[in-house]
């Protein structure tokens, strides 16, 4: 089973590893899938709206998560991080903080 896990782990290409790659492949594509393109020509009458999400998720969360991400890796849980465990640690929030915020419906549906 260890030979098994050998080959997972070995197998890159430019330095990600395959598997990981695709998981997050896997985990991203639905979310363009599920895109409703008879609505896209309702996006004239909900500008604002979308202005204003398209300005929170790509110009404040990712520098207000930023922030944090440094915060609390960096000083609160550094003694708990194994030794060069704080740079990946900060790169994978950042990229997490980097994906759309859901918008919540009043049914509670995302």
Known sequence: MSGVFQVVGTA?????????????WLMIVPVPIRIDLAALGKLRRHWC?????????????PFSMTKLIWFFPGFVVR??????????????AILLAAGPARRWCSSGAT
């Open 12 to 24: 890159e290409i430019a330095k990600v590893n395959l598997l990981v790659a695709a998981l997050i």
């Open 49 to 61: 709206g979308i202005g204003v999400t398209l300005f929170i998720n790509r110009a404040v969360k």
């Open 79 to 92: 003694p708990d991080l194994p030794e060069g465990g704080i740079n990946p640690c900060i790169a994978g």
